[in-house]
């Protein structure tokens, strides 16, 4: 089928969304704030969500296999987290201060994610990133980073990188050239950003190794999630990591989505430790957050105490921080109550039932693929899972590359016409308030959707 005939389809079922997005427009650019979860020509307003459903605003109820990107995994509005979220709201929203609620989460980080030893919180994992990298060039006095072609880490300047290139302009395979993936971002940018071939380890070693005089930090996302979530090579984090070590540069996991794969992350799934770790997403139990942590040594860059102090001549206008980092909502108390009643949750039981349904999915895609000799193929890891519309292995970005460029985009349709929701891009998750049952509906319209390919 053509994606004007899901298409059509879609838009016949949601007038309501339509008529919202042309109200959205006088005041929105594009009538949009979140360029992630636009598609032309409108997107679906969200009504309601609850357990493993997702309501439009016309009404139209559909399994999310999207979770806020990954966000949601307990589902929606799970009563204990709504619980603790009300109980403390009746108290304030947010507060000039610090609370007891923010120790409690760093401590539950801390326990689980073994290389966050001291970790501070953000509204977003773009901000997370954000302060790792310029912690890495504080602490090591070095300009420029590295980060993986395909990989997204949100969108300050230096992560908005080679996102989804055209590899016609992105250079070899072997030597990424570092593509701007939005207008605006200053020349330095790209002057100071190194772009690695993800699972190529001979290549990424001769790139890092010729610039790790001048190279602060390698950006890892274990999983590389967004950009389809493939699965790291036998051994290549270890590489990254000793390579990393030998020449003093400072090794960031991004687990702000792969945190999804184990209790301690994909740290403690492949382990690989590194020197600071970035989080978002899930920790915050469907409310805004990031954090970033690790090494002690290198996060005392943030520690404020002593520089303003009165008793020792210090300036009370200055903070001793080495990097300062203020941020109004930093730990707010509804976001931190929200995140630890979601980690509690997710004890080592509830990680092997959400892994038993990703592979349930994989399996069952696998399968439906394979019996009606499909170009595609899933791939995924614990609860996480990423449709590819080629047949070739799909070991990094530019292999992930469908030949046809709409196919994701008439699957994702195709899906919500079944009444299943995805991401655009074909990556999705299972959470935890789903049953087998959610997973085989999942497999079932998937079989229905590329029958009237
Ligand atoms: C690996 C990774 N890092 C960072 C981010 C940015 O997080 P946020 O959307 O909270 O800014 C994302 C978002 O999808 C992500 O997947």
Known sequence: MAVDRELAEYMTKTGRSRALHEEALAVMPGGNSRTTTFFDPYPFYVQRGLGA????????????????YTSLVLGHAPAEVLKAVEQVAQSGLSFPG???HEIRLAEALTRRVASMESVRFTNSGT?????????ARGFTGRPKIAKFEGAYHGTHDWVMVSVTPDPKAAGSRKHPKPVAWSAGLPP?????TLVLPWNDIEACEEIITKEAPNLAAVLVDPLLGIGGVIPPAEGFLERLRALTEQHGIVLIFD??????????????????????????????GGLPIGAFGGRRDIMDFYDPRGGGDPRRGGDPQRSGARIPHGGTFNANPLTMVAGLATLNALTPEAYSRLDALGERLRGGVTRL???TRRRGQVTGLGSLFCLHWTSEPVTDY??????????PMRVFLGLLNEGILLTQRGLGACSLAMIDEDVDRFVNALARVLARQ
Do not use: C, Y
Request: net charge negative; proline share 4%.
């Open 127 to 135: 901000e997370a990133t954000m302060n790792a990298v310029r912690l």
């Open 53 to 68: 459903h997702i309501w439009d605003a016309d009404g139209v109820d559909r399994v999310d296999f999207n979770g806020n």
């Open 398 to 407: 530019r292999s992930s590359r469908p030949r046809d460029l709409d196919m």
């Open 369 to 371: 693929l394979a019996a």
């Open 98 to 100: 610090p609370t007891e």
């Open 255 to 284: 687990e702000v989505i792969s945190l999804r794969v184990a209790w301690g992350g994909a740290q403690e799934r492949f382990g690989v430790r590194p020197d600071l770790t970035t989080l978002g997403k899930i920790i915050g």
């Open 188 to 192: 330095a940018v790209l002057k100071h």
